[in-house]
């Protein structure tokens, strides 16, 4: 619409005198022949006055007929006011009402997370939800110039596929005209393919898992940034990651400082991060484990009480590496110095938020791939084409994928990972 002002530019004190905002009534009271109004226009809030003696008898009559939620166009000026909980108001002079809101369900009362998960529809328009939403948005942005920035290409994969990529117990099934299709699991496979025409790729978007469990840390339904690079060894792509989540958390910590306080996240925490990482591999993650009480076997991976202990040994992401094949899929590269060991590494949020990265350098010879496709009893005609890569022009080549609602988690200090999408899809619930 013409002529509106962005509350987001008075309250950085570029726009002064008249204004004029659209936006919702997110918060009223009166006192004394003055309305007090919170206006949320979706670049901030601020208050705006109604004083009866500064306005004629029918705007004062409208604003005493606003609700919570009500929708308003209005007109007024700008005043420097230190008791304005921004320290700006807007004194009305023209106001009107596009819809007056129902009573509107969440109100000032305390609601129980159920209740907030069947309105998120409404529940995303709160400060708090605000806050995330912006830190995610502020990830997505960074990660993705960090890499375009290096020279990388986005090639985005296909959702609907015919074939498993990670965990085939995990897959989501669709019917697809003449047979059925899976929903992605990854898109790493297709990113392979693509490094041969452009060299550095990243593919991003959402991903399936039909998940077993109900837990804190998976969606059914999360998206994926993986990047998959030519010629790059596993150094290679251990050092990409940590520039990565490195220049990630910085941006947030330059765009969105106000959101972090919001949220209460400690700050300080965010700013230790800085490339390198701590490293430990498997062998010794488990023999620190087990050393410190916890039942767990050499083969065996992580829980979440085992993840949480091991990254509260460190400030920083930690980076495990060197897992046992068995445990890990198949397409990855095995350790030159103990084949029983792969050069796949995790790497797991400080705080216990649990792993934000998964990747590995891939197997480039041939025949390795095809007995492992053998080994973890998957079709070979269905990976034709996929070994195919190896039959014309092999190369060494690593890649990873980075999952954004575990990043957001983190960076926003949130204990449940279904705040961090913006209609979350977890095993109990798909609504709305
Ligand atoms: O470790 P994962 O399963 O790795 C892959 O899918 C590889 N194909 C990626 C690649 O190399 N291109 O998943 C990668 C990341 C995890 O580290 C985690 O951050 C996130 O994706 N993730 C989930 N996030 C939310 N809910 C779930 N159910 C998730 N499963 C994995
Ligand atoms: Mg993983």
Excluded at 94 to 123: C, M, S, T
Excluded at 143 to 168: H, K, M, W
Excluded at 383 to 408: A, K, N, T
Aim: net charge neutral; with cysteine; aromatic share 10%.
């Amino acid at each position: 619409m013409k002529g509106l002002t962005q509350i987001e530019s008075i309250l950085d004190g570029k726009s002064k005198g008249k204004v004029k905002i659209a936006g919702w009534v997110e918060n009223l009271r009166s006192s004394g022949g003055v309305q007090f109004l919170i206006i949320r226009d979706g670049s901030g809030n601020i208050q705006a006055t109604v004083h009866k003696d500064g306005v004629d008898e029918k705007t004062f009559e409208s604003g005493n007929k606003l609700t919570q939620e009500s929708s308003v166009i209005l007109e007024g000026e700008v005043k420097e006011d230190k008791r304005a909980p921004d320290g700006y108001e807007v004194k009305v002079k023209k106001l009107e009402v596009l819809q007056i809101a129902e009573e509107y369900p969440l109100g000032k009362k305390e609601h129980g997370v159920d209740f907030l998960l069947d309105n998120r529809h409404l529940w995303l328009r709160s400060r708090r939800q605000r806050a995330i939403l912006k830190i995610r948005s502020t990830v997505i942005k960074a990660a993705t110039d960090y890499l375009d920035n290096q020279g990388f290409y986005r090639v985005d994969s296909p959702i609907l596929t015919p074939t498993c990529c990670e965990d085939s117990t995990t897959l989501f099934e669709t019917k697809y005209p003449g047979g059925k299709a899976y929903l992605a699991q990854s898109g790493q496979l297709y990113s392979e393919a693509s490094i041969a025409s452009l060299g550095k790729v990243y593919c991003f978007g959402p991903t399936f898992r039909a998940e077993k469990s109900k837990t804190k840390k998976h969606l059914a339904e999360f998206w994926m940034l993986e990047p998959e690079m030519a010629f790059y060894d596993f150094e290679d792509n251990l050092k990409l990651q940590e520039g990565l989540i490195t220049s990630i958390v910085k941006e947030v910590l330059r765009k969105n400082r106000k959101d972090l306080e919001i949220l209460e996240r400690d700050i300080k925490k965010l700013e230790k991060i800085d490339a390198p990482f701590p490293r430990i591999s498997y062998d010794d993650a488990i023999k620190l484990l087990q050393k410190n009480g916890f039942e767990i076997q050499w083969g065996e991976d992580f829980g979440a009480p085992q993840e949480r202990f091991i990254s509260q040994q460190f400030e920083k992401p930690i980076i495990i590496h060197r897992f046992p094949a068995k445990m890990k899929a198949f397409y990855m590269q095995p350790d030159p110095e103990n084949p029983e060991l792969t050069l796949a590494a995790d790497v797991i949020a400080p705080e216990g938020y649990g792993e934000i990265i998964g990747g590995s350098q891939r197997i480039s010879d041939l025949k390795l791939l095809e007995k492992k496709i053998k080994e973890f009893k998957l079709k070979k005609q269905d990976y034709e084409w996929y070994l195919d890569l190896r039959r014309y022009g092999s190369i060494p080549h690593s890649g990873f994928g980075m999952g954004l609602e575990r990043i957001v988690m983190w960076l926003c200090g949130i204990e449940n990972i279904r705040e961090t999408a913006p209609f979350p899809r977890t095993m109990g619930r798909m609504k709305p």
